[in-house]
């Protein structure tokens, strides 16, 4: 196989139990070295899901919950290293949108762990739509069940990355309903590619809630 | 404007195009039109983007191609500040570039290892400046770039010029000089009058479509281009036997000594256990305190080979290196600052890297990593230094070896060439 990342063909061994099928052979999509540089969120915050050594609340999280919303009890499987930054580099800015397939598995089996009525992936802007051509989220959760509820409202662009932290914060509410309808006593799932402030899923979060979702968390690949 | 003189940027079709620059599609049929390639990744709602030439920024169905035809908007005052003397073989050559620029043909410079060939270029790149033609000079390697731009900045100290290359911070700006590795001509079109490709015949340009169609696209309809190598490919070899392009020979190096020959010597498995004739060689390295470098076929054979050869001395200083390795800089700058004596290494050190004075012995020559042009490449490692201009080149084999055999009669004709210029041994 060529590693997805770094095109090194790595001849893999298939272990005996592969060779007689008592264990499913998976098609590996990374080589071990480049397995490696990403890094798996063990321990996580019970607000945002972020890499500490227990899983109490963080300092952003405790702030959220003094401005009075739900917290997300957010999931993220990797955290956000160099590895991770230069995959998203790749994937999202560059637009190698084969890249999806690399952790579309584990993200796929993580989301099936939660449990959810139904699953929402934050949306792009219509013009990342027609630069990037796709949208990030959706590609990495490919072959997943979703519902496309939520829109960004016109004149928004979804690109986070170029303002600060404290101007994110402050902006308003992004989104809006793709339809009117009622989520009354549904367990909802967002999916975001990355958590960085939490500002975006808390903004998509709130207006779930109000359309009647029971509850809201959240997952992204990473963190 | 200026920006677009003889570029092809890529812009998605939703953004603006800016007043009077020329858009035109980004793909053809299914051609992306940046790169003359034809493998897609696929998008969402039936669009889809070139992978060919991803590593330079994506092209897909959504997006144009912005250009302007390049206008020459150059003074033509241009010096060569460069006060050198070429050889009289330089000279020749260097007539014979200027040649090639008149008639607007290609050309190939056939020039051995330390031969010189950059300062060779100068009067051919002074008299198209002067022209005020647009001229390029792009390698495929990036350290060869780099190493060549201070040279050339010095040569024509009062010409702007701009560097391109994956890694670089400098941003893109209209000059009549470009160096760039030969990638970055997918973001040209017909910019150049004189294109001047180095190590032609190197990874990864051999054999690759794309970057000769990056070459073909970025030059003028009528210009020229001169093939630089020490080691043509077969493809090359054959235009030149149809003379079909015309041909510099550069049979000596700069300091008028041929090449040394490659010596070949038949050994058992040294993958078991290191030759005796080998070890009797390095033996003598160590007596004598020559510094050396050690050819391995595989990045596997590195460490074994290597502390096999501590085992039995000790006493010598050295190490291993590969493409990968994490410190190859540091460790080639050891050898270089003669803080070791010797490193074992894997084809990575066959061309480019000089270290001046240096014997040179290849383990497992006869296995297929080492290609008839590698290892008369790696033979051109030895004898670069105007105070040691010979050396030892050996070659160690299982079996005799077509490729060896060949090799050695690659370097025997140009050392005959040599000889007929006055050559010495
Ligand atoms: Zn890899
Ligand atoms: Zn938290
Ligand atoms: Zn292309």
């Not at chain 1, 264990?23 to 321990?43: A, G, M, P, S, Y």
């Not at chain 2, 060919?52 to 241009?78: I, T, Y």
């Not at chain 2, 015949?201 to 000769?212: N, T, V």
Request: overall charge positive.
């Amino acid at each position: 196989m060529n590693c997805q990342l770094c095109q090194t063909n790595s001849n893999h061994r298939l272990s005996l139990l592969q060779t007689f099928n008592v264990i499913k052979n998976q098609k590996k999509q990374l080589c071990q070295t480049c397995e490696l540089t990403f890094t798996l969120i063990t321990v996580g915050c019970l607000g945002c899901g972020r890499q500490q050594k227990t899983n109490q609340l963080c300092h952003d999280c405790y702030r959220w919950q003094q401005t009075g919303k739900k917290l997300l009890n957010h999931t993220a499987l990797y955290q956000y290293n160099d590895a991770m930054r230069q995959f998203m580099q790749q994937y999202k800015f560059n637009g190698d949108y084969d890249l999806r397939v690399i952790f579309n598995r584990v993200l796929n089996q993580q989301i099936n762990t939660l449990n959810a009525d139904i699953i929402v992936p934050i949306p792009v802007s219509e013009h990342t739509m027609k630069t990037r051509g796709f949208n990030q989220t959706i590609g990495l959760i490919e072959g997943m069940a979703y519902e496309h509820l939520l829109k960004v409202s016109a004149g928004q662009k979804s690109h986070q990355s170029q303002f600060n932290r404290k101007i994110r914060m402050m902006r308003k509410q992004p989104f809006s309903m793709m339809k009117q309808i009622s989520l009354e006593g549904k367990e909802i799932l967002l999916v975001d590619d990355v958590y960085t402030t939490g500002n975006t899923l808390y903004h998509a979060a709130e207006l779930l809630y109000e359309c009647g979702a029971q509850n809201v968390r959240s997952i992204s690949l990473s963190r | 404007m200026k920006a677009y003189y003889g570029r092809q940027l890529v812009q998605a079709k939703v953004n603006k195009v800016p007043e009077n620059v020329i858009s035109s599609a980004a793909f053809i049929g299914n051609t992306c039109q940046r790169c003359g390639q034809n493998v897609h990744g696929k998008l969402p709602n039936d669009h889809f983007y070139c992978r060919a030439c991803l590593a330079l920024g994506r092209v897909s169905s959504l997006d144009v191609l912005l250009s302007l035809p390049e206008p020459n908007d150059f003074d033509g005052k241009d010096i060569l500040s460069w006060t050198g003397q070429l050889t009289p073989q330089q000279k020749v050559v260097g007539d014979e570039l200027l040649e090639t620029l008149s008639r607007s043909r290609e050309h190939l410079v056939w020039a051995v290892t330390g031969a010189g060939k950059t300062e060779m270029l100068f009067p051919v790149i002074h008299q198209a400046l002067s022209q005020k033609y647009r001229v390029a000079i792009v390698s495929p390697r990036v350290d060869v770039i780099l190493e060549l731009a201070p040279r050339l900045q010095q040569a024509f100290s009062q010409t702007d010029m701009v560097v391109l290359h994956g890694a670089q911070t400098e941003t893109y700006r209209y000059t009549s000089l470009v160096l760039a590795t030969t990638h970055q001509m997918l973001r040209f079109k017909e910019a150049f009058d004189l294109l001047i490709v180095d190590e032609v015949d190197s990874f990864p340009y051999a054999g690759d479509h794309m970057l000769a169609y990056a070459v073909k696209n970025a030059r003028k309809i009528n210009s020229s281009v001169i093939y630089l190598s020490a080691t043509p490919t077969k493809v090359l070899q054959q235009q030149v036997k149809r003379h079909s392009l015309t041909t510099s020979y550069l049979p000596l190096r700069f300091h008028q000594h041929l090449l040394p020959v490659l010596k070949t010597a038949i050994v058992g498995p040294w993958r078991k256990k290191l030759p005796l004739k080998f070890l009797r060689q390095i033996n003598q390295f160590n007596q004598t305190k020559r510094r050396f470098l050690i050819f391995v076929p595989k990045v596997s054979d590195l460490v074994g080979v290597y502390q096999n050869i501590r085992k039995h001395f000790p006493e010598i200083s050295g190490d291993h290196v590969y493409a990968g390795d994490p410190k190859r800089q540091e460790k080639v700058q050891n050898m270089r600052n003669k803080k070791i004596q010797y490193l074992v290494t894997t084809t990575i050190l066959e061309r480019g890297v000089t270290f001046p004075g240096i014997d040179v012995l290849i383990l497992g020559a006869d296995e297929k990593i080492f290609s008839e042009n590698a290892l008369v490449q790696i033979a051109g490692r030895v004898g670069r230094n105007k105070d040691r201009p010979t050396g030892l080149v050996k070659a160690y084999v299982q079996h005799t070896n077509f490729k060896v055999i060949a090799a050695q009669r690659q370097i025997k004709q140009m050392n005959k060439r040599g000889r007929q210029l006055g050559g010495r041994v």
